[in-house]
């Protein structure tokens, strides 16, 4: 038809602190994009290529009898990862204009291992060098008080009990995942224009609908037909 959009690849991340509801409202926006029949590659970080299950078991399921990995090895570890997803999975998805879902990415290494002691420097000197110019259109900001994170992430864990490895940060002090929450906090008000933020204590379904508004315009925005 002459005249009609070309949808592009449009690529979304989804962010927060430990038992922000990350999961759960991947979930909820993977199936409404397929059952909408979009062209959709959902993934994580870290472990989105057959490398990144790798990095990821050494990353959030390590022995504590183990040596303490530095926070620079750590970041270095998930940027690792990055690049091999970013080559493997990210960018050719975009350069076919998928949409490309994304559980976590680049706001939580500077969230998390900035936490950790990381210098805004490394940060954006990995920045510039793996990522250059693919960065997210949208990124929705999954915000709650950390008090309430940790019990829902207390919660979740007591009824996996011992099914669920992935503790590593779980184990952190209050005063960790409060930080956390306000670095994620200082790059939404640094990004406005990319960084979402959606109140997260809600009901799964009233937070999903906070996070379909926002990315319906997206996708609209990017020519997906999106009703």
């Not at 209050?174 to 008000?189: C, G, K, M, T």
Request: hydrophobic letters at 40%.
């Amino acid at each position: 038809m002459i005249g009609a959009i070309v949808a592009s690849g449009v690529f979304l991340t989804v962010e927060g602190i430990e038992g922000s509801g990350k999961s759960t409202q991947m979930l909820l926006l993977s199936e409404r994009l397929r059952q909408m029949g979009l062209p959709l590659i959902v993934s994580k970080e870290p472990g989105g290529t057959s490398l990144g299950i790798q990095i990821r078991k050494i990353l959030l399921d390590r022995d504590p009898k183990l040596e303490t990995c530095s926070p620079e090895s750590e970041l270095l570890l998930f940027y690792a990862d990055r690049a091999q997803h970013l080559k493997e999975v990210i960018r050719p998805a975009l350069s076919e204009n998928k949409i490309v879902l994304v559980d976590r990415f680049e706001d939580s290494s500077r969230a998390y291992q900035g936490t950790l002691g990381v210098s805004k420097i490394l940060l954006d000197q990995l920045s510039e060098t793996i990522i250059g110019s693919t960065k997210p259109h949208l990124t929705i900001l999954l915000d709650i008080e950390s008090k309430f994170s940790l019990q829902r992430v207390e919660s979740r864990n007591l009824s996996l009990g011992g099914e669920f490895s992935e503790r590593r940060y779980d184990q952190e002090a209050l005063d960790f995942h409060q930080e956390v929450r306000r670095r994620f906090l200082d790059i939404a008000h640094q990004e406005p224009h990319r960084i979402h933020i959606v109140k997260a204590h809600r009901s799964p379904d009233e937070v999903f609908e906070a996070v379909w508004d926002r990315v319906s315009k997206t996708l609209k925005a990017h020519g997906h037909l999106v009703s």
